[in-house]
T-cell receptor, first 116, second 115 residues
Framework: GENVEQHPSTLSVQEGDSAVIKCTYS??????FPWYKQELGKRPQLIID?????GEKKDQRIAVTLNKTAKHFSLHITETQPEDSAVYFC???????????????FGTGTRLLVSP | DTGVSQDPRHKITKRGQNVTFRCDPI?????LYWYRQTLGQGPEFLTY????????KSRLLSDRFSAERPKGSFSTLEIQRTEQGDSAMYLC?????????????FGPGTRLTVL
């Protein structure tokens, strides 16, 4: 079935360290993988996304890698700062671009705490 | 503010009452999505529209739930005969569909509490 697993559920790091969050998905037709950051009481906001024709994408301190064979994708945050503290959600598209059935399935979230 | 807006932001109701939420997407966006988020979980897909057509409904969307997007602009989500299990954050998102996935922009959500 449609499923996205996300690990770890919580992650505590010291300021300046790197953080890695991993997700696996089940639908081989998935071709779009966004990552959202949600601060307490606020709306989810896209921080980076990747499509299946790309293996890696980077935006300043944030990078995402995708392994389609293994159905894994990961978020990497380098030089973490206290303001990176939030819940991060991965998601995968279900259905593919050419079908009439398309939605995002989200992981269960990772609470990242960056200590000064 | 040209982002996605939702109204009301909070709703407290008694079990058995009907509630209706509104979502105003970003004006040029042709796709509108409804999600439900419970504490400690990621958003769960409920339904989505392309323009005024409702293209998909999750099995989470029981017969008590109905959504409309009559003119392809704003959307409403109605829950009839609310139950305590309906308590959650209801999120709306919109995107501009061009045949490939593009970013979904989320609204601030409506937090529903059913007493």
């Amino acid at each position: 079935g449609e499923n996205v697993e996300q690990h770890p559920s919580t992650l505590s790091v010291q300021e300046g360290d790197s953080a890695v969050i991993k997700c696996t998905y089940s639908d081989s037709a998935s071709n779009y993988f966004p990552w959202y950051k949600q601060e307490l009481g606020k709306r989810p906001q896209l921080i980076i996304d990747i499509r299946s024709n790309v293996g890696e994408k980077k935006d300043q301190r944030i990078a995402v890698t995708l392994n389609k064979t293994a159905k894994h994708f990961s978020l990497h945050i380098t030089e973490t700062q206290p303001e990176d503290s939030a819940v991060y959600f991965c998601a995968a598209s279900i259905g593919g671009d050419n079908t009439g059935f398309q939605k995002l399935v989200f992981g269960t979230g990772t609470r990242l705490l960056v200590s000064p | 503010d040209t982002g996605v807006s939702q109204d009301p932001r909070h709703k407290i109701t008694k079990r058995g009452q009907n509630v209706t939420f509104r979502c105003d997407p970003i004006s040029e966006h042709n796709r509108l999505y409804w999600y439900r988020q419970t504490l400690g979980q990621g958003p769960e897909f409920l339904t989505y529209f392309q323009n005024e057509a409702q293209l998909e409904k999750s099995r989470l969307l029981s017969d008590r739930f109905s959504a409309e997007r009559p003119k392809g602009s704003f959307s409403t989500l109605e829950i009839q005969r609310t139950e305590q299990g309906d308590s959650a954050m209801y999120l709306c998102a919109s995107s501009f569909w061009t045949g490939v996935y593009n970013e979904q922009f989320f609204g601030p959500g409506t937090r529903l509490t059913v007493l």
